[in-house]
């Protein structure tokens, strides 16, 4: 990113250890650490104009067109006029130029907003509001709640009791639970004492900067002792403090060498395959090229040798030139010539036809959120028409696919569901925003933000049915979650479907107040019980449950336990059978929605038996050997004979529209992949919640193996199931074999539809060298792909797996910045815009609030932009070397000479001027069929994917076509004048009659052929190309006047040759037969494969037209609810060891202080419960994700045919 | 989609609803279907047809009689004369016989005809100054440089320069009528063979309020020529200097190597030329300078009648003939195909 020597004089005394003292510029200073402040722009004024040139000659075109320049100054070569190639050389210039800068002014806006936000800097003993860009390796800063963190610091203090902080690391690694940092005790001690913090002299050395998101080891020398320091001390840039009053952070490392930045990889330069297939295709035209100036030279060098000799009489040679040096210079000048075969104005045509398509994505409306008010983005301009050509999307799960809001949606609770809506008939309604909600005014603890449907669950409550009390009284007790008393209760959930469960039983009056480590106080309907906490069986991911024991008001020891339901099932008394089947049933339903479940269940415990338990328990939580399986049987010992109350439904809200999206682009033979940092259980419930997954498939394997062996065990297993008639030793052949360069991985074709689940441990097995291949392979044979635990790096070496091997275009979908590595290692990134942290969204090409614009994005967008990219280029290359080639024949009668067949003038605006509007309008405008079409079929994307309408074929048909017109153009004109006279009399074969002829001959052609090639005829169209004709002529005209020859009688030559020409019968039909023999074959051709080979392109537009009169036919309803029996799925996201800390004893309560410095603490967060996670709780917009706004977005396909 | 919303408020951002912003410009959507391809193709094929067989008849209307005189009749030792370098530059003269088999109606036109003459290569092309030629003072005693090599001789500058002007054609004829009453010269018009433009603005001669002469004093011949610019015709001395029309004819380069140029139109004045050029026997007499031999050149004189298409050139009626041809024959087999596939929308089918 930056040029010069910084980066490598920084490369080339790479750190190996930090060293840094606090409140010690100087000292810190000493070792040159970065700054906070970043830098993502190229260019500064000065350099911008030397940079911009040096970077735009590294173009291969730019550099040839300097040296067909140079080559025109000598001038026994020169064979056109200097203007003909500078005029077009500086345009191209000083276009690219204009865009660069504007892209680069936009990234220093971008820079500077980051670099400008303030900061609280303890320098001098005084706390300052600082720029984040003067923040120094050293200094002491204070963070606030909800404040981004400016730079990756070491914790000193904090509000929090035990120095505790709550930090939210969505934007780090997606994950979506509040994480807990510690500080030191020793530091913690000084508390936000400003004097003390000020003469903290502590001294840190830890490792250098990386991008190890977990990991870091340092050590502090505070006064004589040494303090180890790991990552549960540091706090990273980019993550957000939560719920946290204030705390003080030393900074370590800032700007470019925080992890954040480190992770960021490399912002490389995005090219599309177009662009590539575009390099070799110059290539090889310049070996065309250079061929034909070969042969035209060797004929040269005969023609001198035969004819040319004798014609010196005529036209001297120089003394001691021979046919040799002749055919020599010819070379060069034919060179010149033929300079059209590379087109310079292609590039620049390119440019703005990206351009321009990429403005019809900001402006669509169809991809505007009105929630957010965020229009859609193209970042990048140079990417669009790739989006026609996706295969594989990356997709982050969080944020992206969903809301990350849990809500408490249904229940069952001894055998009676609760949670939908019948109507006055008994039919079910499905909810939406204007059902009616459940008041919960009864009860003055109630959260206003949860919103319930249905009306009987609130009267069971009230009527105190017993199973419906407890099934409250269980949500309310057996969890891990924090109250906070301030305004108003708040609760701290570590994950969010536990935040959503506590809440449901506040509402439903059975309202969590507070807990010590020995008690938990909650308000049930209205009256204060205190519950003495026994014990904590806490949650692992192989107990996939907890309990809590508790001691009731009344003496009662009861066992609350809340978990996966097989787990739970398992361990139900045999009572509970009939109860049990009925759950199931409700389960069952609830999983076919798409619903995490939770089974409830509880039992009394005998007193005597708990004692005896308990005294183990602790005698085993004490145990030096073998703690975990000790604890474990014990846990088993209590957790039996449960009594089942019911089971919860919490639904992980989804995006709008996200399981139709995936649909589409599933029918649009896109290969979805969902990476995420989130547990596997949760990613694979998202997975068929949101269509990815399906119930119809015939296996999900599940690659969760700890070693290599066992890794690749499972993924052999996986193959072997999908393509069971392979001989295994056949299944993996050596990578020698596959990674050759250039050969991508075939896909394999599997009868039947597979999804592969596979997590972070085992994925980074998989990503082996050694593995990567075998893992590609059988992740390519499954229809969807879940990753789960993955780590930002992770995801971008999995997209980066794909994109080396499969040679397929990728996408990568993200929010935040745990994305932010994988978006810029895809061909194209996209961020999910709208929220806050903006990660993901700067580092993007494309932004939009919702994911399912995406399928906006590629299906009618990106498949129109490739459409229109592929014509223009067709097109492109058709004209350029239609009107190239004529001059190839015209040297066969002009002795070689490099004499040009047309007027210099017209050379020179043939691309600039004539072809230039009609070519963008169809690049502009074209669409073969409408959006609504598109969405229709989404198999129309397929053809992209495969490079069907451009592919090296396509160049050379369009070659051999231009060769066929080429010569048609020279050929007639040259018979239907070579021996003939005007009508009166004169003549008419000379040169500049000849030559207006002919370009007026190529330029009718073009267009016409152009005219074919519109699928799509605005008046903008008819207008650029009938413009361009009558500017055609009117210029002709023009340069060819009295007045224009007078000015300059050797520029002008062509004086009256128009009038002269022009006025005669004989030329224009000339003109008419040229153009229906070039057109001929063009139309017969196409009506062939229309009729006989069509392509679905062709099928569409034929039903299109057919249905013209007619609407296209309706879209079946959106998603039907699939009857699943699936329901692995289960509410539990948050980490282990939880329960320890609630339960510590050194864990004190501090009382509630209603802060009385000036700063207003947390100012949402006193309404209610925050739902933890990314988007909840401090957005903008709070609460809009619950209270849909109306008149807004309707979500299915119908959407798109309201006009 | 229906109504605006106001720029303010909650969707201030919102895109304009405009039907080019979201592409929804109304189109026309053509499709090469059989209903619009086959009856183009039978509408084609019937209009090439017709102009085929309207230029043809046409073009029988034109006369044309070609002459090849380099060897012919008596030019035969004009040939060899010259063939001799000694000879370069001295005059001769010789007489070649046309006999006329059929009445030439209308306005005759007298052409001379060059063969393998490459007046189209690059360099012979360039050679020559414009400026000089519209008759700039400045530019005519500073030739351009892309005279080259024929900008100054013996250090003054040659008028007009370059290599074109210098090869100009400087044979000269004059058409007998052999009459039963004896030969009587057939009168040619000398002027109005050049472009109105070419005449009357992009050739000017050097301004002088004396003779011609004095407007290119200090200028000198081009080396292959006998007389100076301005005694190029000395029958009409307003036919001098740059404004010469065979000299104008002659810088208007052909195109190909093989190419005639306008000599003289017939006088219709007097009989028996006042319906054109009666059948008969007809020579004539040339002034045989131009070199050919060198480059393996032909000369010959063309006589010629026009109509409204131009000379006797049947290209363009055969070429629309033979495409008429060929379109009728893929309409015919695109009718087939059609009516074989694609009729039924078969294909068409998913």
Not at chain 1, 335 to 342: K, S
Not at chain 1, 429 to 438: I, S
Not at chain 1, 488 to 497: N, R
Request: hydrophobic share 40%.
């Amino acid at each position: 990113m930056s040029f010069f020597g910084l980066t490598w004089m920084r490369e080339r005394e790479r750190e190996s250890e930090r060293k840094l003292r606090a409140n010690d510029r100087e000292y810190n200073l000493a070792f040159k650490y970065a700054t906070n402040g970043i830098k993502t722009s190229k260019y500064n004024f000065f350099t911008f104009l030397p940079l911009n040139l040096f970077e735009q000659f590294q173009r291969i075109a730019n550099v040839y067109f300097l040296f067909l320049l140079l080559l025109q100054v000598i001038p026994q070569i020169s064979s056109l006029s200097w203007f003909t190639t500078v005029v077009p050389l500086i345009l191209v210039l000083a276009v690219t130029a204009a865009k660069d800068a504007t892209d680069d002014i936009n990234r220093h806006r971008n820079d500077n907003r980051v670099n400008n936000r303030k900061v609280q800097v303890l320098i001098d003993g005084k706390l300052c509001s600082e720029r984040w860009m003067d923040v120094k390796v050293g200094d002491i800063i204070k963070l606030e709640s909800n404040q981004f963190i400016t730079a990756d610091l070491l914790l000193l203090s904090s509000s929090e009791p035990l120095n505790l902080v709550y930090i939210e690391t969505a934007e780090l690694d997606g994950e979506t639970n509040l994480k807990v940092r510690q500080a030191l005790t020793v530091t913690g001690a000084m508390g936000d004492d400003i004097s003390r913090l000020a003469g903290f002299n502590g001294e840190v050395i830890c490792e250098a900067p990386n991008n190890r998101l977990d990991h870091f080891t340092g050590t502090l020398l505070f006064g004589d002792h040494k303090f180890s320091l790991d990552n549960g001390k540091i706090l990273l840039r980019g993550c957000t403090l939560r719920n946290t009053h204030w705390c003080y952070g030393l900074v370590l490392f800032g700007g470019p060498e925080t992890k954040l930045m480190q992770n960021c990889g490399k912002n490389i330069f995005k090219r599309t395959s177009i662009d590539h297939l575009m390099n070799v295709l110059v290539i090889f035209i310049f070996g065309v090229l250079a061929l034909m100036c070969a042969v035209l030279a060797v004929g040269n060098w005969l023609w001198e040798i035969n004819k040319g000799y004798r014609f010196t009489i005529f036209l001297p040679r120089q003394e001691d030139s021979n046919a040799s040096l002749s055919a020599f210079l010819t070379f060069w000048s034919y060179v010149i010539i033929l300079n059209t075969l590379v087109p310079i104005s292609l590039y620049v045509s390119v440019e703005v036809i990206r351009l321009g398509n990429s403005f019809y994505i900001d402006w669509d409306r169809k991809m505007y959120d009105a929630r957010s008010d965020t229009p859609a983005e193209a970042r990048t301009t140079t990417l669009n028409e790739e989006l026609g050509q996706v295969k594989y999307i990356f997709s982050d799960k969080t944020g992206t696919l969903t809301q990350n809001i849990m809500t408490f949606n249904k229940c069952t609770i001894n055998g009676k569901t609760y949670g939908d809506v019948y109507n006055y008939s008994g039919q079910r309604q499905d909810v939406n925003e204007h059902t009616e909600v459940v008041d919960f005014s009864f009860n003055p603890l109630a959260d206003t933000k949860f919103s319930f449907h249905d009306h009987s669950l609130v009267e069971d409550v009230k009527l105190g049915t017993p199973e419906v009390q407890g099934f409250f009284r269980l949500l309310a007790l057996c969890h891990t979650v924090m109250a906070e008393e301030k305004n108003e209760l708040a609760y701290q959930a570590q994950s969010p479907d536990e935040g959503a469960l506590v809440t449901a039983a506040r509402n439903f009056g059975f309202v969590f107040c507070s807990r010590t480590p020995e008690s938990i106080t909650i308000m049930e309907m209205g009256k204060q019980q205190r519950y003495e906490l026994l014990a904590i069986l806490d949650f692992n991911n192989v107990r996939k449950r907890m309990s809590v024991i508790v001691r009731s008001p009344g003496g009662r020891v009861s066992l609350y336990c809340k978990g996966a339901d097989t787990v739970i099932f398992e361990r139900l008394h045999p009572s509970c059978r009939n109860l049990m089947e009925v759950t199931t049933e409700h389960l069952n339903e609830f999983a076919g929605d798409g619903l995490r479940t939770l089974a409830l269940a509880y039992k009394d415990v005998d007193e005597e038996f708990l004692s005896s338990w308990r005294q183990r328990h602790h005698e085993a939580s004490t145990a030096l050997e073998d703690r975990e399986a000790k604890l474990e049987l014990l846990f088993e010992e209590m957790e039996t004979d449960l009594l089942l109350l019911g089971a919860t439904a919490i639904e992980d809200k989804l995006q709008d529209g996200v399981p139709q999206t995936i649909e589409q682009l599933s029918k649009a033979d896109i290969k979805m992949w969902v990476l995420t940092g989130d547990k596997q259980e949760t990613a694979e419930n998202i997975g068929y919640s949101c269509n990815l997954l399906r119930e119809e498939m015939n296996e999900v394997f599940v690659i969760s193996g700890n070693t290599p062996d066992e890794v690749r065990e499972e993924l052999r297993n996986a193959w072997t199931t999908m393509k069971p008639d392979k001989a295994e030793g056949m299944v993996f052949l050596p990578e020698s074999l596959l990674s050759k360069r250039g050969s991508a991985i075939k896909d394999e074709v599997v009868t039947g539809e597979y999804g592969l689940v596979i997590n972070g441990n085992s994925l980074a097995y998989a990503l082996d060298d050694s593995m990567a291949l075998d893992f590609l392979w059988t992740a390519c044979m499954c229809q969807a792909v879940i990753c789960c635990r993955v780590t930002p790096l992770q995801k971008a070496q999995v997209v980066e797996l794909v994109k080396k091997y499969k040679k397929a275009v990728t996408l990568a979908i993200g929010d935040g910045a745990n994305d932010v590595s994988m978006i810029k290692a895809a061909h194209i990134g996209v961020g999910i815009s709208g929220q806050e942290g903006m990660q993901a969204v700067s580092s993007s090409d494309y932004s939009f609030a919702q994911f399912r614009f995406l399928q906006r994005l590629l299906l009618v967008h990106g498949r129109w932009s490739y459409l229109r990219m592929c014509k223009f280029l067709r097109y492109f290359f058709y004209k350029n070397f239609t009107f190239t080639f004529v001059h190839f024949w015209f040297a066969f009668f002009c002795g070689f000479s490099a004499q040009t067949v047309y007027d210099e003038w017209f050379i020179t605006l043939y691309n600039l001027v004539y072809t230039a509007l009609p070519v963008l309008g169809l690049s502009l405008f074209d669409q073969d069929v409408d959006d609504v079409w598109s969405f229709q079929y989404p198999q129309l994307y397929v053809p992209g994917q495969l490079n069907m309408y451009f592919s090296k074929t396509a160049f050379f048909k369009c070659a051999l076509h231009s060769g066929f017109s080429s010569l048609v153009l020279f050929f007639i004109p040259y018979g239907a004048m070579s021996d003939t006279m005007r009508n009166d009399g004169k003549d008419l074969g000379d040169y500049q009659s000849f030559a207006v002829i002919t370009q007026t001959c190529l330029l009718v052609t073009v267009c016409i052929q152009l005219s074919l090639e519109v699928a799509y005829w605005t008046t903008v169209n008819t207008i650029f190309v009938v413009g361009s004709l009558v500017m055609y002529f009117v210029v002709t005209f023009a340069m060819y006047s009295n007045g224009m020859f007078l000015l300059s009688p050797s520029s002008f030559s062509f004086i009256g040759t128009a009038r002269n020409t022009l006025n005669q019968p004989n030329v224009w039909l000339t003109i008419l037969l040229t153009s229906i023999m070039c057109v001929l074959p063009v139309l017969v051709y196409r009506f062939l494969t229309i009729q006989l080979w069509p392509t679905v392109n062709d099928k569409v537009m034929f039903k299109a037209r057919q249905a013209k009169a007619a609407p296209p036919p309706l879209s079946r309803k959106a998603r039907m609810r699939r009857g699943s029996s699936r329901r692995s799925g289960y509410a539990f996201s948050h980490a282990q060891g939880y329960g320890e800390l609630v339960t510590s004893r050194r864990f004190l309560r501090r009382p509630t202080v209603s802060p009385s410095s000036g700063i207003t603490p947390m100012k949402r967060s006193t309404t209610s419960f925050i739902p933890m996670g990314r988007s909840a709780g401090y957005s903008p917009t709070a609460g809009a994700h619950n209270t849909k706004v109306p008149d807004v977005e309707v979500t299915s396909l119908q959407m798109y045919r309201t006009t | 989609m229906g109504k605006e919303a106001a720029k303010k408020g909650p969707l201030a951002s919102r895109p304009d609803n405009s039907a080019f912003m979201q592409q929804r410009l109304p189109a026309w959507s053509p499709m090469l279907t059989a209903s619009t391809v086959l009856p183009f193709l039978y509408c084609m094929a019937a209009l090439c047809m017709f102009l085929g067989v309207l230029l043809l008849i046409t073009v029988e209307g034109t006369q044309e009689m070609k002459m090849d005189y380099t060897e012919a009749g008596s030019c035969n030792d004009c040939f060899k004369f010259l063939q001799n370098v000694i000879n370069a530059g001295k005059s001769c003269s010789c007489k070649v016989m046309i006999p006329l088999e059929q009445e030439f109606k209308g306005n005759v036109f007298f052409y001379y005809g060059l063969q393998n003459f490459h007046q189209n290569l690059r360099k012979y092309m360039d050679s020559r100054d414009d400026a000089q030629m519209v008759g700039r003072k400045y530019n005519l005693k500073k030739p351009s440089p892309y005279c080259e090599p024929y900008i100054t001789d013996k250090n003054l500058p040659i008028a007009p320069c370059g290599a074109v002007a210098n090869s100009m054609f400087n044979d000269s004829f004059s058409l007998w009528y052999h009459s039963p009453s004896g030969p009587i010269a057939v009168p040619l018009y000398r002027n109005g063979i050049t472009w109105y433009t070419d005449e009357n603005v992009k050739f000017r001669n050097p301004y002088s309020n004396q003779s011609l002469a004095q407007a290119f004093n200090g200028t000198t011949k081009p080396p292959y020529w006998q007389q100076p610019v301005y005694k190029l015709d000395p029958s009409n001395p307003n036919n001098n200097g740059f404004i010469n029309e065979d000299l104008i004819v002659w810088m208007r380069e052909a195109a190909f190597p093989n190419f005639k140029k306008l000599y003289g139109i017939l006088k219709r004045t007097k009989e028996p030329f006042t319906n054109g050029l009666p059948a008969g026997n007809y020579s004539i007499n040339i002034s045989y300078n131009f070199p050919v031999q060198h480059f393996n050149g032909r000369k010959q004189v063309v006589l010629s009648t026009v109509t409204w298409f131009g000379g006797q050139n049947r290209f363009l009626p055969i070429a629309y003939l033979v495409t008429s041809g060929l379109v009728l024959l893929m309409a015919v087999i695109l009718t087939v195909i059609w009516w074989k596939f694609g009729r039924n929308a078969k294909n068409m089918e998913e």
